[in-house]
Structure formats: structure tokens, C-alpha cells
DNA sequence: CTGTTAGCGCTTTCAT
DNA sequence: ATGAAAGCGCTAACAG
């Protein structure tokens, strides 16, 4: 009757039913060993009846403890990032952890402003994807610095010693290209990304090492940098790659949008995968929509976010053990084969 | 000297340190009118000197109050959701707000333990798509009676009497049909999503209201359901559309894959937009990549983001206005015409 | 195995 | 305009 209003039953309430301690009680609720079959049955059968629930802010208040993990990505809405936090939410409810998410919009102060209040947020870990304009790790080193597990994916952080989650890039850009090599292409072009974004670069160093292996010749002019990997960037490239008066039978491009660009605007003009094969980057939705269908590089987002939240609750939950250890997990990719590069 | 490892500075140092009370020190945190400007400044800058942040965990703890929203989708990796998270991490974000993210993976019962998870952990608010199977409310009546305030978008909710963001999809559906009508159609297919779910129903009547209004025909057989309005489905909806006995001179499609597999499939047997129409829905990226390029509607989901955090904000913050009100807002879409429809 | 007790850092009356 | 003090619900020594 006490009770009628203040809506929360608390494990006050739950101990003065049963005429034991809070202690029992809390004991009980967190399987302390110490404690009898018959009060921990006790316990929780009225925990069932009065419809107790833990207050998990009274419990992270006392125990310094939470079971939130913050997440930081440049931004939400781009496919890999979704994926990738889709993979961390799954994996992390299920061991019991939420997620509260942030976006950078790739603005260095914002995002050292959001590292900042997750670190006084007393968060349980840090997922992070810094953003394009991101030269300096202070931020992330203080976070170090607080104890804070911390996991970095997809981009590579120089200088930072940490958790790190990425995609074999360069690994992927030669399986890619050794395709085409292998499929009879003698004359590769490449699209390439950003140059001072280390994955495209690593994509450019996978494209270059394949020729090399296969002792064909690295010819500057067939490779094009397009800044965003926008679509209208790759029917520009395209079209520069035609009026060239050197001739190719293949491009590997660092993504898919790319990629979709070029089979349309080659496609008028050659014969695709006859006379040229094109293989992308990713595995976008518009891979199996274009025709031919485009061959890709699956980038196994959604595992990587899980590896990325199963490497952080480790640490969060082992986090006596040695604190100074860091591990980079290279996650594979999958080469799609599909008719824009068949033979 | 004493802090050199606990770390946290707390406002009863801020307070030993000036020689004032720890209330003093809260009040000026809090902004408490009845504070003279000299001690304000006092304390504030005693506050940067020492580095001093609140600690929220432990507010919260005592106000019974948190800056945390909850919010819940089928699934984040899909392009709709991830934008409309998108815009409400970014609406919330500038309020003070953090967004704590859930996958219900359209299950019901995982739906349930989740708002059951958000109610218990004193969320500020609660913003929602309910899932596919969801069909009682329940659950979300509960987080009502407990005050908490609630948005759901995107999906309706018949019988719940809450906050509501949604497209006007019967409007929009109309505005892309009589788009084809004004260019001259006057036979028109409709690719349908799943018959169950509101949006597509809605979809379904806009077409056909559109019709009506121009005295056109209805034609069951021009009608045809796509359950996962998937790249595939649109591709053999568009066949069996060509192999019916009515001809059709436009096709109005629920979503941009099967827009996009229609025009793929149809143009190797008609002419587009000369002889055929077609339009599709979302504005997805394949929209500008297909040739001719798709016409569409755009569903202004990261406006919608905002708009939901709006709304639910407005209610914590004047949580003491009149509780029993709520709004239902429909999102104004946009028609974008592109190449695929043009005349 | 169980109970007693001391706070965690802050907000918020109630004084003054 | 400021201070004193109570206590939010829980955890974790410590004591039996």
C-alpha cells in the first residue's frame, strides 16, 4: 500500500517482504555465490510477484560501472557504417550491453567533443571510426588514459597502439585485381579513392602489388583518384579513361558506385566482360541491380561491427588482465564474382 | 593533492576549494536564479581551473531524470532507418540528448523486451517503428501510463493514441500517379508492397485514388504485390506484367529496386518514357545510377528523423503541459521527376 | 550463509 | 543569496 504511487519497487521493498537483508537481496540479484538455494529462491520468486527490476542508474551510480557502450562513426546513414553498428547492436544486446550512438559528421572538433563527454559519461567502452579530418589521437589516448576498453575499425589510426578492427584492404584490392589478371586482363586501370585516406590508399598499394607480382607495367595514367567515389566522379574517370590514348581490358575500382559508373558509360562502347572486366568495391545493393552484374568485394561489414563489440567486451570484462596488450584484427573479405569480370 | 587518483573531481571539491557550500556549487551548475554574479563566476572559473565535469550518472541518480533517448527500428542497416536515426542523433544531439539504439530485428517479442529494458532504465524518451509483427501495443501503452514520452514513426498504430511521425504515403502515392497521368498514361501498373503493412496499403490507395479522381480504369490484373519489394520480385512482377493480356503505357512502383528491375526489364522491350512510364519510391541511390535515370519520390527521412526528436523533446521538456495530448505529424514528401518519366 | 553499515555525487527542501 | 542536511537505490566491505 506503501507503494501505490511511487511506481518503483525497490530491493528495500523486496527485503522487508521477506524479513531479510538488502544484502540477500542484492546478492541474490547479482548470483553472489554465498547464498542459499532456498532465499535465492525466496528471493526471486518475490522479485517475480511484486514485478521488481533493477534501477540500473542507482546501480552504475554505486558500482562505477555501466553497461553502455559508446559508438562513434562520421555518419549513420552511409551503408558501411549502418552495417557495421547493426553488427555491434546485435552482438551487444546480447551480452547485455547497449549502445548510444554518435555522429561525427568527419568533424575533428566535434568528434573530440563527443570522445570527451563519452569519457565522463563513465562509459563501459568506446567503438570509434574516426572521421577523415582526424590527424591527431590526443582524444583517443586520453580515453586509454581513463581505462576506458577502446575498439578503433575501419580506418587505421598511425601512432595510436590500440584495439583495431580493419579490412585486409590491401589483401582485397589484389584479390580483386588478381581476378582480372587472371581472368586475361593485360591492362588494368584503377579508380582509386581519397589518397590521404589510409584504406584507399591501401587499395591503390593492393592494386599496384598484383601487377607487379604478375610483372605487368604500372601505368600512371591509367590510374584516376575520385575524391568522393561518387557515381558522377566515376562516369567523369570513365569517360577521361576512354579519350586516354592508353588502352586497358580491365578496372579495378576502389567502390561500387564507381564501379556502376564505369560499366554504364563503357558499356556503349565495349563489350563488358568480353572486351573489358570491372570488378568494384563493397558489395552495394547496386552490385546485382546493373547490368552486367557488377563483380565485388564483399566487405563484411556486419562482422566486422561484431568483431569490433566482441573484441571491446573483452576487454571491458577482463579488464584486470593486461591493460597494455592491443590486438589488430584484419577481417577477410569475400571476392563476388559476377558477369561484369566472367570469362 | 588528495584527488591525484580518485580521479573525479566532484562539486564538493569545487566547493572546499572556495570555501562555499556544495548546494552553492550545484546551483551555479544548474543555472539557479537566485545566485549573485560574483560567486557564479567564482565558481565557474574554479570549475574550468579544475577541470571539473558533472557527473551525469550520478545526477540522474538524484533528479531521477537522464539526457538518454531510447530508440527503437526493425533493423539500422536499412537505408530508411539509418536516415532517419541520422537525423535523430543529430536533432538530439545539439539538445543535449544521447541515443541509445535497438534492433528489434522485427520480432515482437524482442520488441517487447526491449521498451520493456528502455521503461526500467528511466529513458527520457522513447522513439519507435514498431516491427512487421507487431500488432498489439501493449507494450507501448505501458511506457504511456509510466510517463514516459513516446514518438512512433513511420508505421501507424491503430488503436495507440501517441505521438506519430509519418509519411503521407496515401498522398504521395497519389502525387507520383497522377505525375504519369499528366505526362499522358493512361494505363497504369502498380508494383504493391506487402497488403499487411499500413505504409503500402496506403501506397496502394494513392495509386488508386489517383485513378479514380482522372477516371481511369482499375485493373486488378495491373496489380501486382512485391511482399519484399526486393530487386528480384520486381524483376518477375515486370515479366509477368509483360506477359499479361492488358497492355500498360506506365508503372507506378512502391519502392525504387522494383522501379529499377522494372526499368531494367522493360527496356529491352519498350521504349522509356516514350512509350513507358515509370516511377518509383524512396529515392535510393540506384535512382540517379540507372539509365534512364528513375523517377521518384523522395521520402525525406532524415526530415522525419528530426521531426520525431523534435516532437518527443518538446514533450520531456514540457513534461508538465498537458500529457493526454498528442499529435500526429505527416511528413511532406517530395517528387522528383528524372528521366524515366519525363515527356 | 546472512546482516549491518557506510557511503557513491548529486539535488533539493528547509532553514537562515 | 547561501548553507546544512537528508537521502535517492544500490554495492561492498566488514562482521558475525
Known amino acids: 500500500m506503501k507503494n501505490i504511487d511511487s511506481s518503483r519497487v525497490t530491493i528495500k521493498d523486496i527485503a522487508k517482504a521477506l524479513n531479510v537483508s538488502i544484502s540477500t537481496v542484492s546478492r541474490v540479484l547479482s548470483n553472489h555465490p554465498a547464498i542459499s538455494e532456498a532465499t535465492r529462491k525466496l528471493v526471486n520468486d518475490k522479485v517475480k510477484e511484486m514485478g521488481f527490476s533493477i534501477d540500473p542508474i542507482a546501480s552504475s551510480f554505486r558500482s ?36 548510444t550512438i554518435f555522429q561525427s559528421q568527419d568533424n575533428y572538433q566535434k568528434e573530440k567533443e563527443i570522445v570527451q563527454m563519452i569519457e565522463s559519461t563513465l562509459a563501459a567502452g568506446l567503438i570509434i571510426c574516426p572521421g577523415l579530418e582526424t590527424r591527431k589521437y590526443d582524444h583517443l589516448k586520453k580515453i586509454k588514459k581513463a ?10 589510426t598511425d601512432g595510436l597502439k590500440t584495439n583495431k578492427v580493419m579490412i585486409n584492404d590491401l589483401e582485397a584490392s589484389f584479390k580483386a585485381t588478381e581476378h582480372l589478371i587472371k581472368a586475361g586482363c593485360k591492362s588494368i586501370a584503377h579508380i582509386s579513392g581519397d589518397q590521404e585516406v589510409s584504406i584507399f590508399k591501401a587499395r591503390l598499394l593492393g592494386y599496384k602489388k598484383a601487377l607487379e607480382q604478375y610483372n605487368l607495367e604500372i601505368r600512371e595514367e591509367l590510374i584516376k583518384e575520385a575524391k568522393h567515389l561518387s557515381h558522377q566522379e566515376g562516369l567523369n574517370l570513365a569517360q577521361e579513361l576512354i579519350q586516354g590514348k592508353t588502352s586497358f581490358d580491365g578496372i579495378v575500382c576502389a567502390n561500387d558506385y564507381t564501379a556502376a559508373a564505369a560499366i554504364q558509360t563503357l558499356k556503349k562502347v565495349r563489350r563488358i566482360p568480353e572486351d573489358l572486366k570491372i570488378i568494384g568495391f563493397s558489395n552495394y545493393p547496386i552490385s546485382t541491380m546493373i547490368e552486367p552484374q557488377l563483380s565485388t568485394i564483399d566487405d563484411s561489414a556486419y562482422h566486422m561491427g561484431k568483431v569490433a563489440a566482441k573484441l571491446l567486451i573483452q576487454q571491458i570484462e577482463d579488464r584486470d588482465l593486461d591493460l597494455l596488450d592491443y590486438q589488430e584484427v584484419l577481417i577477410k573479405t569475400e571476392l563476388i564474382v559476377r558477369e561484369s569480370s566472367s570469362h
Open 64 to 99: 562505477k560501472k555501466t553497461k553502455s557502450i559508446g559508438v562513434v562513426c562520421p555518419r549513420i546513414d552511409i551503408d558501411f557504417h549502418s552495417k557495421v553498428i547493426s553488427g555491434i547492436e546485435e552482438y551487444a544486446y546480447q551480452q547485455g550491453y547497449q549502445i
Open 147 to 156: 581505462n576506458i576498453p577502446l575498439v578503433v575499425y575501419d580506418r587505421s
